[in-house]
């Protein structure tokens, strides 16, 4: 079973910042938050993770609170393309020796409006 | 361009028959795993292979079954279809020691 809690659904406007939280309140201390987003009819893209720093990158932000409980996954500007249904995942961090598992939930399905 | 690339696109079968589902990765992605995901469902793992050998497998029977090659390739075959096995099949790849997967586009398996 997924390890992280999500809104189902959740709508924002064309260019302003889209916030999508994330619980994982069980999490221990090795594992880490990593965000991917899925497209309709794509494979999942990866956005994003980290351990319990805020961390940024080109496409997001990505806020973890000092607990370590819950995070949130920022789109600063959002656009249309933006539309796709976002998973929130904890794991292991470091691919020993191919540790790939990941464990998808259901996600936030994020739209963006005109 | 995620460098995974994945055929047949779409596939039909009937039940009891036999697929064989085809990943290529790229160089450098020496770790590939491969998920199944039903419709509006989330991605599930089904294993993973790493130098040519499974070393992580999810809830998945026997009858699924895989292979990695030393081109950075791999295969999924799946033995004695059921209905239930039609699904997006996503193949994953990746450098051992980071967390990013690049995910392949998926085979739609479609099993009457």
């Known amino acids: 079973d997924a390890k992280t809690t999500q809104p189902p659904s959740m709508d924002c406007a064309e260019g302003r910042a889209a916030n999508l939280p994330c619980n994982h309140s069980t999490i221990s201390g090795n594992e880490y938050v990593y965000w991917y987003r899925q497209i309709h009819s794509q494979g999942p893209q990866y956005i994003i993770h980290?351990?319990?720093n805020n961390e940024t990158n080109e496409m997001a932000s990505l806020i973890i609170t000092e607990d370590r409980k819950s995070s949130t996954l920022i789109l600063p500007h959002a656009t249309l393309r933006d539309t796709a249904v976002y998973y929130c995942?904890?794991?292991?961090?470091?691919?020993?020796?191919?540790?790939?598992?990941?464990?998808f939930g259901q996600g936030t399905r994020l739209t963006i409006n005109p | 361009e995620t460098g995974v690339t994945q055929s047949p696109t779409h596939l039909i079968k009937t039940r009891g028959q036999q697929v064989t589902l085809r990943c290529s990765s790229q160089s450098g992605h020496n770790t590939v795993s491969w998920y199944q995901q039903a419709l509006g469902q989330g991605p599930q793992f089904i294993f993973q292979y790493y130098r040519e050998e499974e070393n992580g497998r999810g809830n998945f029977p026997p009858r699924f079954s895989g292979l990695q090659f030393p081109n950075y390739s791999s295969e999924l075959n799946v033995n004695a279809l059921e209905l239930d096995d039609s699904a997006l099949y996503l193949c994953a790849g990746g450098p051992p020691n980071t967390g990013e997967l690049f995910f392949g586009e998926g085979s739609r398996l479609t099993v009457l």
């Open positions: 995942i904890v794991r292991v961090g470091s691919l020993i020796q191919g540790a790939q598992k990941l464990v």
């Open positions: 980290g351990l319990k």
